[in-house]
T-cell receptor, first 115, second 116 residues
Framework: AQSVTQLDSQVPVFEEAPVELRCNYSSSVSVYLFWYVQYPNQGLQLLLKYLSGSTLVESINGFEAEFNKSQTSFHLRKPSVHISDTAEYFCAVSERNSGNTPLVFGKGTRLSVIA | EADIYQTPRYLVIGTGKKITLECSQTMGHDKMYWYQQDPGMELHLIHYSYGVNSTEKGDLSSESTVSRIRTEHFPLTLESARPSHTSQYLC???????????????FGEGSWLTVV
């Protein structure tokens, strides 16, 4: 079975400052990794995912995450945040090549961007 | 943008009432899911379906039930609501392979249920 640990429940950061949201996972098999974002009063939407290939993946709005197999981590970073990035961010893992394995989510990290 | 819809968005009901949370998707996805999320907590899978007439219980035990009579529709029912059922319920769907084959899961906006 897989599990996900998001080390920070809340991260306040000033606008235009860099941010890192930490995610560690546990699994005995190979995995796919995902970051989902939930803006206020909305459902979750996919931000980015790692399937294979380059360990650095990017989203269209400037976020990036790096898969580190040795540290079992998939931290999310952005060099300069905007007010509009204020949201809840969820890291998730699924067992690779298993069509019948649902996603396992972390508890989420609430990012608050301060003007 | 995902085409998955949940109604009602917000509901306050009394203890003992029967409630059905509706979920519909227009993407033709075979796999559908119900997650339960308490504020500040992780999402817990309570039900899932791999297609019509297929339903399974998830990791978190739930007193709710689901049905999948049509591909696009996956309603969740509580026969007798209790205050412990107060939570946010998120419906989701994915393409045939699901997250285990790297597919994206698409979420509805959620249904906030309060039982008083």
């Amino acid at each position: 079975a897989q599990s996900v640990t998001q080390l920070d429940s809340q991260v306040p950061v000033f606008e235009e400052a860099p941010v890192e949201l930490r995610c560690n996972y546990s699994s005995s098999v190979s995995v796919y990794l995902f970051w989902y974002v939930q803006y206020p009063n909305q459902g979750l939407q996919l931000l980015l995912k790692y399937l294979s290939g380059s360990t650095l993946v990017e989203s269209i709005n400037g976020f990036e995450a790096e898969f580190n197999k040795s540290q079992t981590s998939f931290h999310l970073r952005k060099p300069s945040v905007h007010i509009s990035d204020t949201a809840e961010y969820f890291c998730a893992v699924s067992e690779r090549n298993s069509g019948n394995t649902p996603l396992v989510f972390g508890k989420g990290t609430r990012l608050s961007v301060i003007a | 943008e995902a085409d998955i819809y949940q109604t009602p968005r917000y509901l306050v009901i009394g203890t003992g009432k029967k409630i059905t949370l509706e979920c519909s998707q227009t993407m033709g996805h075979d796999k559908m899911y119900w997650y339960q999320q308490d504020p500040g907590m992780e999402l817990h899978l309570i039900h899932y379906s791999y297609g019509v007439n297929s339903t399974e219980k998830g990791d978190l035990s739930s007193e709710s039930t689901v049905s999948r009579i049509r591909t696009e529709h996956f309603p969740l029912t509580l026969e007798s609501a209790r205050p412990s059922h107060t939570s946010q319920y998120l419906c989701a769907s994915s393409e045939g392979g699901g997250a285990g084959l790297g597919n994206t899961i698409y979420f509805g906006e959620g249904s906030w249920l309060t039982v008083v």
